[in-house]
């Protein structure tokens, strides 16, 4: 296969067609495109929104904008590792992602994720589900495309490519969809695990999908888009991601067991004693050279309570990731942007795993981090109960207009509900929260 055949011009591509440049600026599309996304008030509201821990609760752990840049530095690692350890003539290389594109996405990777983490994900969805879903990563998607603020029509109006690489699910709401419980009548009966959002791209959403995979073939579309249907009425997921995707969700796995783990150590949610239990046994099962020689080491480092030896061993670590990265082929995709896929050897994918399923179980799980997820999604299901019962009246205004126009033409209004609720920070909800519900909160002097 060559990849000389297609046409790279076609991802640079804006919805809104081309525009006039101003004099003088030399900046390629995708140097723009990252531009527009670290300009955008959804990507600083960021820095006031949940990534695991209550953000709260100190001001020592990762928020989700910080989070969103060590990915992008992890990304950029990856794509660097790539290009300088493989030949030059090696035929990915054309199509690798240059560093300005790939900051892009990964700042974006989360750019549409709500208040209080997951949680609040969940909660969203809970209220969602009779109007067509909620889920972060196609909330991502909307917030380029829709509701940004460089374009009236088209949000963000980022390239073609940026929005395939932030399209980690590619299936519409109704495709992946499973069957959920009974709704219980009464919010405080909301029990989360029965409300998981499938992973998907909205309804409303369905043309800017069509015109992300213009550029691909009928037969690389119709595999791209297949999804599994699992038994027991569980949402389906889809198979596939582009390359670009593959090197962006490597750098959020990364982050997260790698970043996040130190995070839980420095406040002491995780212990020595708790590694040597339950991370230590797993890690020295995989057949691995650089943990059977570098383990004790980290273990000692990691729990050495100097700031510079801890640092040594996650930097040491996020290294060991990135380097081990390669590049692998799907030979039943034409389009190389869909054959090649980057991955981590099984030593180093199951060991990301191992530190992944440990921060699930002992970090986020543990009740005293679920007791504060639950306060903020019963914040959100009161919100969200309370706007969609008056829209007109407790909305902000423009939004009220906006709900109303789309309400008489018949379209799904919720989801303006939805897209205001998600665009909160942790702060800002807590603060709607009390104007709404407490009497002695709030001030007509305030905007909202």
Known sequence: MTTDNFDVSQWMARRSGPRQERSNDHRDVYQRDRARIIHSAAFRRLQSKTQILAIRQNDYSRTRLTHSLEVAQIGGGIV?????SHDEQAPFQPWLASNSLMETICLSHDIGHPPFGHGGEVALNFMMTEHGGFE???QSLRILGKRGSYSEEFGMDVSRRTMLGVLKY???????????????TNLRHYKA?????????????????DWI???FSDEDREQFLQVTRPEFQRHGRTQHAAFDTTIMDLADDIAYGVHDLEDAIVLGMVTRDMWQQHLLPALKAIDSDFLRNNLARIETQLF??????????????????ITRCLVVEKENFEHPLLRFQAQLPAPERAALDVLKAFEMRHIIQRPEVQILVYKGQQMLLEMF?????????????????EWQHISDAGGNGHRIICDYMASMSDDYASR????????????VFEPI
């Open 385 to 401: 109960e309370a706007l969609s019962a008056d829209p007109a009246r407790l909305l902000p205004k423009e939004l009220a207009k």
């Open 213 to 215: 995979l213009a550029p």
């Open 170 to 184: 590619p299936a519409l709401y109704e495709s992946v969809a499973g069957q959920y419980p009974e709704k219980p």
């Open 432 to 443: 709607i929260y009390k104007t709404l519900f407490v009497p002695s909160s709030g001030s």
């Open 193 to 209: 695990q029965d409300w998981h959002p499938p992973k998907c791209v909205y309804a409303e959403e369905a043309p800017l999908l």
């Open 80 to 84: 660097y590792h790539l290009q300088s």
């Open 136 to 138: 972060g990563n196609g």
């Open 304 to 321: 050495s309570k100097q700031s510079h030896l801890r640092k040594k061993a996650i930097g040491d670590l996020v290294s060991w990731f």
